[in-house]
Structure formats: C-alpha cells, structure tokens
C-alpha cells in the first residue's frame, strides 16, 4: 500500500472512531430522553448541558453524568463541543440554533425547529455559511419498525400510498404544560403536528396546499386542529388536540392494501399490513434506550462521514415541514410573539 493510501486508511480509521461530545440546551423532557438514548450511542460523551435555571441543570448533570454543568449559554458554546442538541421550546430554536452553528457547532434542534418557514431558512442558510450539519430531530422514520415497514412494503409492495390519516389529541396535560402557552410556540399544531407533517410529507411528497379548521383555546393557541392537505401524490387527513383525547394511531392507504400504524406511532413498534388479496402481516419491532439513541447515531455518524444534511430528514422536508404546520395555525389565527 502506498503512503498516501496508508494515511488516507488511518485518516478514515480516525474519524469513524473519534468520540462526539455533545452539549445539551435546555433540561427539560425531550433533553432527558435525548440523554437516555445516547447512552445507547457508541463513542459519544455528555459533555456540557446548560439552561437558563441552574438548580435543574445541576440536577440534570447529576442525573446523567454530564461532565459540566455550564454557568452560561456562552460558556457551553466556548467548549471542546462537537455537536449540541436543542431542546428549549420551539420559540427559542431558531434563535439557539444561530448562535451554535456561529460557534462552530453541528446541531440537531428538537421538533419544530423554527417558529415558521422564515425562521427555518435562516438557520439552514447559517448552517451552509458555517459548514456545520444541522438537522431538525424527527425520530419516527430511524426506528426499527419504520425502516422494517418500508423495507417489507418495497419487496411484498401494496402500490402507491395515497392517503394518510393520522391525529393524536392529549386531555390530560396539565394547565402550566408549555405547549398551552403561545408565547413558548404552543398549540397542538406545534407541539403534535410535527410527527403527522412529517408521515404525510414521507410518503406522499411535496405540499401542495392545505385547508383547516379548528378552535381555539382562551389563551390563544390551537385546542383542536383539523387539517387535510394536498401533496403531489396523494391527500392526508391529520388531526391534533389538548382538550379531547383520540387514539394515535395512523393509517397509510394503496391501491391494493392499507397500512395500520399502531398506537403511538410515533414511538411505533407495531404495524398491520392489510392486503387487498385477504393477507395479513403483523409487523412487531421494539425499539431500546427510549427511541432517541437512533437519531442520535444517524447523526453522529453524519459527523464522521462529513455530511452537513441527513438523506432521510433533508432540509427540503423540515421546510415543507414548517410551511405546513405555519399553513394550518396562521388559517386559525393563530400567532407568536415576535413572528
């Protein structure tokens, strides 16, 4: 072997074996989660969290052993950090989402990872002038059960999906629960929709338009949301809720069958495959380490490959992402302070 192909083979070694570090932003649900998982994630480390309340992010670094509980959002991105996870609400991400990719960081922002569509271009644009991959958290399509869904569906297919119906509504968050709050981003739409965006926008392609109904709560974001939407192969009907309560699961129809995802798909470890010759096939698919730890390792591994876009959550699918859920709110009247 010769030595310019010697150092290339070591190089490659290297990279594939270096350890992330990652940084946390913000201690909340979906931080601890994320934490959970990446101990499921080979060659990573929990290097710094930091949030704007220092009891809990003492109490956070304790909990998962993170090596710094950071004093300050300006400290955190001044360290040795590799990537940083963004899990604030959705009325800070963009903001966040800035600032770390200026820092040099690779970022996966928590679901939605904009306000709207404006926002949302920003940041992509900041992650092209940086060279940093930034990613927009969106677990469902690397779990297990999904990736063993569209690899059964390819080679025993049911044709072409062209209906999605999927909803989930919650009645049992609490009053101070953040997505009741506009001035944090809140609304089903926002704090639900995301998941059914992203499963109509995955098998039926590009927005084409969106038409919505719904009510509102006294303070001013979405109790419940009806929204059918148009795309480019097919049409879905997705619903979200914070006063009623429905079952979660979602339904994928062909021409010659249908698809039930089971509650909560979302999280999915079953699916029922209804074909239009009687079969029937049970798909079962447990997941490990909460769900996160998939993501997380597509990620990390994009590091190493030296991607700045996932192939599976392009940019091009965040923004249809957020043009849809900014379609259905804005028809309700919905809106954010500072938008």
Known sequence: MSHNRYRRSVTRVNRLRHRI????????????????????????????????????????????????????????????????????????????????????????????????????????????????????AMKPPFFPLYKKLKEHLAADPIGAIG?????????TLAPDYPLHFPELAGGGIMGIGPYEAFLALDWLGPLKQVQTMGRLSDRGVDAFALFQTEHERGMAQLHTGLDLLSRGDAMLA??????????????????????LDGRRVELHEPFNAGGFNYETEHFCQLIRDGRLESPVIPHILSIGMARLLEAARTALGVHFPGE
Not at 32 to 53: C, M, Y
Not at 55 to 60: D, L, S
Not at 163 to 171: E, I, K, M, P, Q
Request: proline share 3%; charged share 20%; aromatic share 8%.
């Open 21 to 136: 570090r990652w940084g946390i932003v913000g201690p909340g649900r979906a931080a601890a989660r994320f934490a959970q998982g990446l101990t499921a994630v080979r060659d990573t480390s929990l290097s710094a969290i930091w949030g704007r309340t220092a009891e809990k992010v003492a109490a956070f670094a304790e909990r998962f052993g993170a090596e710094c509980a950071a004093p300050t959002l300006d400290a955190l991105l001044a360290m040795d950090l590799d990537a940083v996870y963004i899990a604030t609400h959705p009325d800070t991400h963009a903001e966040l989402c800035l600032r770390a990719l200026a820092a040099g960081k690779h970022v996966l922002c928590e679901k939605p990872a904009a306000m709207n569509e404006r926002q949302l271009q920003q940041v992509i644009a900041a992650a092209g002038r940086h060279g940093r991959l930034f990613m927009e």
């Open 163 to 171: 209906y999605v119906r999927a909803g989930h509504c919650d009645a």
């Open 254 to 275: 062909a021409t010659r069958g249908y698809v039930i995802l089971h509650a909560n798909w979302w999280n999915p470890t079953r699916a029922t495959i209804h074909f």
